[in-house]
């Protein structure tokens, strides 16, 4: 999307695409990005995006809390936004993650725990979204939505989301209201030993899981140089929201159990954002998240970047981003739950832990014209991205995973 404004403008849309594909909770970035109402029609604008991710890990859930984490996850994803008008815009997206981990080889073998296991064969997610965008710049109004569907191995997941904002007349503030709908249709599977049925526990081979998400957002120019946004947001979860696949160890040091919890969950995350332009060369984006849920986790996320511009074209930006968090109520690690309790998980995204993430994207705007396509369409070449980054997560001063991604994002429009 080009944006004509007097003032250089902050994207952040990056940091949302390289976030592993089970990361949660990341405020909503469109309400920052649209600060001004186009006035001309857009070009059409093509994005390509790749990426290596690797974990390794002491704390698999699939074997208790204990045993091999390894994970490698490749991502391939194109996104084309089309203006079809002055007032209307499509958007689609489609992608694909290939991912091998060691932890669910361990699904049909228990003594994974004591023995060294070798990464499962290739498992393959895909997905795809389509949306639309409609302005009405007399109003100063944008409003729009979209439908997607994602498929893995196990679970099939269908979304709809609707947006609208508003600006105000001087154009300095931002009104954004986002409303969303997930479907998940899970086939369950459960480790091999605990595959049993009986008068008291039949286990089921299908399950549903339903969110539902409402998103407030206030962005404001403080001045020319300053903007501040808070984003506040309503998450609701009814269904399956456990693994059936992870297992649970007692206390009793000869029973375990598949991971149990409840079947609601409400999660409340509310996001802070200041940019400042210090200067031509310099861009300073602060960020605070709070986050309750009532499992009982409550979390502090604070991350810096300093976009740094030596040139028009060229510009390098380190970041960095600490998480911390308290258990889940229904949290013990391996063999310390007991029998008696009604809901348990050994699953450390549930546990008191913290994570640190620092790294480096390298970003060239050429605008290169690569060419024509047509006696009226020219190929150019707008952006190119890479960013990496390393991971690592720490419970009471131990190192319990550490992981990296590397991302390369090309960007191109068409005018």
């Not at 602060?286 to 030596?310: C, N």
């Not at 060229?314 to 309790?341: C, D, L, M, V, W």
């Amino acid at each position: 999307m080009q944006l004509k404004i007097k003032n250089i403008l902050s994207v952040i849309v990056l940091m949302l695409f390289f976030v592993p594909a089970k990361a949660q909770f990341v405020v909503d970035s469109t309400a920052i990005d649209s600060i001004v109402q186009l006035k001309e029609k857009e070009p059409i604008e093509a994005n390509f995006l790749f990426s290596y991710y690797e974990q390794d890990g002491t704390k698999s859930p699939v074997t208790g809390g204990i045993g091999n984490e390894e994970l490698k996850d490749m991502v391939g994803k194109v996104s084309l936004n089309i203006p079809i008008n002055d007032t209307i815009k499509f958007s689609f997206l489609a992608g694909i993650d290939i991912y091998s981990s060691a932890s669910t080889d361990n699904i049909n073998n228990e003594y994974g725990l004591y023995t060294e296991t070798s990464a499962s064969a290739k498992d393959k997610r895909t997905y795809g979204n389509l949306g639309v965008e409609i302005k009405n710049d007399k109003r100063r109004l944008k409003y729009g939505g979209g439908i997607g569907v994602s498929n893995e191995y196990d679970v099939t997941s269908f979304n709809y989301n609707a947006f609208i904002s508003k600006l105000s007349k001087n154009r300095n503030t931002l009104y954004y209201l986002k409303a969303g709908a997930y479907h998940d249709f899970w086939q369950l599977i459960y480790p091999s030993e605990l595959r049993w049925l009986d008068e008291n526990d039949a286990l089921l081979t299908e399950s549903t899981r339903n969110t539902f998400n409402g998103t407030f957002t206030l962005t404001q120019d403080l001045n020319a140089r300053m903007k501040a946004s808070i984003s506040l947001e309503t998450v609701y979860q009814q269904g399956l929201l456990s693994t059936p696949f992870h297992r649970v160890y007692f206390n009793d040091a000869n029973t375990h159990d598949i991971e149990r919890l409840p079947n609601s969950k409400l999660k409340i995350p509310i996001g802070l954002y200041y940019n400042v332009y210090l200067n031509k060369y310099l861009v300073l984006k602060l960020f605070y998240r709070y986050y309750y849920d009532d499992f009982d986790v409550k979390a502090h996320t604070t991350s810096i970047e300093l976009p740094i511009r030596p040139t028009q074209s060229f510009a390098f930006i380190p970041f960095y981003r600490y998480h911390t968090q308290t258990a889940a109520k229904y949290f013990q690690p391996f063999g310390h739950h007991s029998i008696n309790e009604e809901y348990y998980t050994s699953d450390f995204d549930l546990g008191n832990i913290a994570t640190n993430r620092v790294g480096l994207e390298l970003r060239y705007s050429p605008f290169v014209k690569l060419g024509k396509i047509t006696k009226k369409k020219n190929l150019t070449l707008k952006k190119i991205a890479l960013r990496g980054s390393k991971y690592f997560r720490t419970r009471e001063s131990e190192l319990i995973l550490k992981s990296y991604i590397i991302a390369l994002e090309l960007s191109f429009r068409f005018d």
